[in-house]
T-cell receptor, first 115, second 116 residues
């Protein structure tokens, strides 16, 4: 079935360090891929997305490239800040039957950045 | 724009009672709303999808008589946990989309339910 496997956390980094959070997926057809971020006490927010193979989504210094050959959508940032501390969710969107627009989420990765 | 609120943010209830959770889209009309359940350190599990004016579509394994969903207007959906038990304690999250069949979901902050 359709699923997302996400790197387990927590991830702890110093400010300005390089960040990678791995995400791989299983799906038939041509899914869309997403990264959502949840800051403490807030709802999930869309961080970036990619809708087809080789697309690169980017936002706020974060990037992820849709790699069909490796079924991956790893999240990267070159220099993290304390304000990036949050939980990051990888998600897969697949149209199946009556539940169109449905998302499948990974377990989330807690990122803590220290000054 | 695209703000979704949930009320209450946390609730404690006794076993056997029912509790209602509201999900509102504050600045847009939501054609579709989703209800999720999240266990600690686990993924969001989709419970049901509701379109305004029609019955909710429940995911396999979710008891529709226990988790009643009403999407009465384009800005409000409610989840009622009936005859709550301690195992229903969880974090419930709703989301909404502006367009039917869109993947762009806007999430509420969640409701922490504790059943004693």
């Amino acid at each position: 079935g359709d699923s997302v496997t996400q790197m387990e956390g927590p991830v702890t980094l110093s400010e300005e360090a390089f960040l990678t959070i791995n995400c791989t997926y299983t799906a038939t057809g041509y899914p869309s891929l997403f990264w959502y971020v949840q800051y403490p006490g807030e709802g999930l927010q869309l961080l970036l997305k990619a809708t087809k193979a080789d697309d690169k989504g980017s936002n706020k210094g974060f990037e992820a490239t849709y790699r069909k050959e490796t079924t991956s959508f790893h999240l990267e940032k070159g220099s993290v800040q304390v304000s990036d501390s949050a939980v990051y969710f990888c998600a897969l969107g697949v149209d199946r039957g009556s539940t169109l627009g449905r998302l499948y989420f990974g377990r989330g990765t807690q990122l803590t950045v220290w000054p | 724009g695209a703000v979704v609120s949930q009320h209450p943010s946390w609730v404690i209830c006794k076993s056997g009672t029912s509790v209602k959770i509201e999900c509102r889209s504050l600045d847009f009309q939501a054609t579709t709303m989703f209800w999720y359940r999240q266990f600690p350190k686990q993924s969001l599990m989709l419970m049901a999808t509701s379109n305004e004016g029609s019955k909710a579509t429940y995911e396999q394994g979710v008891e529709k008589d226990k988790f009643l969903i009403n999407h009465a207007s384009l800005t409000l959906s409610t989840l009622t946990v009936t005859s709550a038990h301690p195992e229903d304690s969880s974090f419930y999250i709703c989301s909404a989309t502006r367009q039917r069949n869109s993947y762009e979901q806007y999430f509420g902050p969640g409701t922490r339910l504790t059943v004693t």
